[in-house]
């Protein structure tokens, strides 16, 4: 049976982006049919290339984030590559760039110049800070973002510093929030005959919406939200418990039904009827106790002794993994979360599959992150047309 035909094939996106947040929009694009054309300067490539874990000196996490981009060179810094640029973008639909302003600016690349010459063309701007304010040239990173959102000074022990993430989270985050946001110019410009449009993302923003709980007690309660470490007191019982196994499992208790079953699962029965612990505005007035208690009866069990009963009265728990056990995992490999692809470079490789699962149109991973420039010719000859003599020519240039 033929290949289900993927929502976004026909879909062309230029990828000029470097590190997390845009490439990462691209990928997710990308998984789901669209054909993105990965553009790095000549050389090295995106930094993203050289991020984190390496084998044989090539960077896992670009295998997985290159995933089904062609990948060319060229050097905007020039007038040369600046019009070859806009060859590859009178072709295409979206375009995603993470230069500061000024950058653009000088390279042609503004909004307004590339609207002008490619009304059509949705044009994603993934920044640190985003335009319009007195911070749109200062470079950005997540980490500085995660800072400035609020997330690090409520995130750790409650005697401890603000906390930073190991990973990418204010990426990640922001990633989601702008290729939804690409979806919906797509579907102004493709439903209600609209032109291309400016999506203006940047890296603070859509982490502090998650944790807009924190600004909306300050507005009106005067409230500022500190670190609890894993409690919170609205949900009591949530935190993360140690086992006698030395394992680790995580509890939360939102709902009335939840927490009386897991009342009931750890000997206490009459913390049930009493609604002094079940109610969940009252029972944060109880927090400590709570807390002690289930932790208490955790600490006695092993961890296949806690999970085994909080299973069988339906208590809303899960063991603390690391990667060997997530990897493991038969529920999720019941569902194909993780899969192996071959890549010439490294073999066989683990890596996660799309997340969204579509029951008709699903995405998929066709080839992992190819090397720097390997599809130049691929793209500037048989995509553009240039012939032999004219790519050796901008080799020779350096502008590919």
């Not at 894993?230 to 949900?235: E, G, K, W, Y």
């Not at 499992?249 to 609604?275: K, T």
């Not at 019941?334 to 490789?349: H, I, N, S, Y």
Request: aromatic residues 6%.
């Amino acid at each position: 049976m033929p290949e289900a035909v993927r929502p976004l094939e026909g879909l062309r996106v230029i990828d000029a982006a470097t590190l997390a947040a845009g490439p990462m929009v691209a990928t997710a694009l990308g998984e789901f049919g669209a054909e993105v054309i990965k553009v790095e300067q000549p050389g090295a490539g995106d930094p993203l290339r050289t991020w984190g874990y390496q084998k044989d000196g090539i960077g896992l996490f670009w295998k997985s984030v290159g995933r089904n981009k062609q990948c060319v060179t060229l050097d905007l810094r020039g007038a040369e590559g600046q019009e070859l640029f806009h060859r590859l973008l009178h072709v295409s639909d979206v375009l995603v760039l993470n230069n500061r302003p000024s950058a653009l600016a000088r390279w042609g690349l503004d909004y307004e110049s590339v609207h002008r010459a490619h009304p059509r063309l949705v044009m994603l701007h993934v920044s640190g800070y985003g335009a319009g304010g007195p911070a749109s040239d200062r470079p950005g990173f997540g980490t500085l973002a995660e800072a400035m959102s609020g997330f690090a000074h409520v995130t750790g022990q409650l005697d401890g510093p603000p906390t930073l993430p190991p990973f990418f989270l204010a990426d990640g985050i922001a990633a989601q929030s702008a290729t939804f946001a690409v979806m919906m110019a797509l579907y102004y410009r493709d439903l209600h005959g609209g032109s291309g449009q400016l999506i203006d993302v940047n890296l603070v923003e859509p982490l502090a919406r998650l944790i807009e709980t924190s600004t909306l007690g300050y507005s009106h309660l005067g409230v500022v939200m500190g670190r609890t470490g894993n409690r919170l007191d609205a949900s009591a019982p949530r935190n993360a418990y140690l086992t006698a196994d030395g394992r680790w499992v995580a509890l939360s208790s939102a709902s009335r039904n939840i927490v009386m079953r897991l009342y009931r699962s750890v000997d206490r029965p009459d913390l049930a009827e009493d609604d002094e612990y079940v109610d969940p505005i009252r029972r944060q007035a109880h927090g400590d106790e709570i807390d002690g208690i289930v932790a208490e009866w955790i600490r006695a069990r092993t961890l296949d002794d806690v999970m085994r009963v909080f299973e069988a009265a339906d208590v809303a728990a899960a063991p603390v993994y690391d990667a060997q056990q997530l990897l493991a995992d038969e529920h999720l490999r019941a569902r194909g979360t993780f899969l192996e692809v071959d890549d010439p470079d490294l073999g066989r490789m683990t890596v996660q599959a799309p997340v969204a699962i579509l029951s008709e149109t699903p995405g998929r991973v066709d080839h992992l992150g190819r090397g720097v420039g390997a599809d130049n010719e691929a793209v500037y000859g048989g995509l553009l047309g240039l012939d032999g003599a004219a790519l050796q020519a901008l080799r020779d240039a350096g502008t590919i």
